[in-house]
């Protein structure tokens, strides 16, 4: 199990270094630095507030790499795709830089401050 976790951490990191592979990295940080968008426990991101298609394909292009890393490393480490990826957006919602928005265990949109940020009671 601590296998697919640390995995999950890698997984992670490689994912904040490629989301922009088909659209500009450039949007990807500009959406995050402007709080349309924020990670959630889940371990996908989503859009706070109004959407735009621009805004809206961006999200799911990054949700459709998340998905693939998240499916081909619950596969060698036994894990479901469903715990993968929750322990990913823990990891994630860790790493949130103060200003960063991520969905609060009680659904709410929150944004970082210098403290630790809500998470899910089962995250480590």
Known sequence: MRTWKMAAMLAAAVLLGTAGVALAQDDWKAARAAGQIGEQPDGYLGIVGASTPALSALVAHV??????VYTREAAANNATVEDFAFTSG????????PGDKYRAPGGAWKTRDAGAPERDSRCL
């Not at 949700?63 to 693939?68: C, F």
């Not at 823990?90 to 830089?97: D, E, S, V």
């Open 63 to 68: 949700n459709i790499q998340r998905k693939a």
């Open 90 to 97: 823990c990891n994630l919602i860790a790493k949130t830089a």
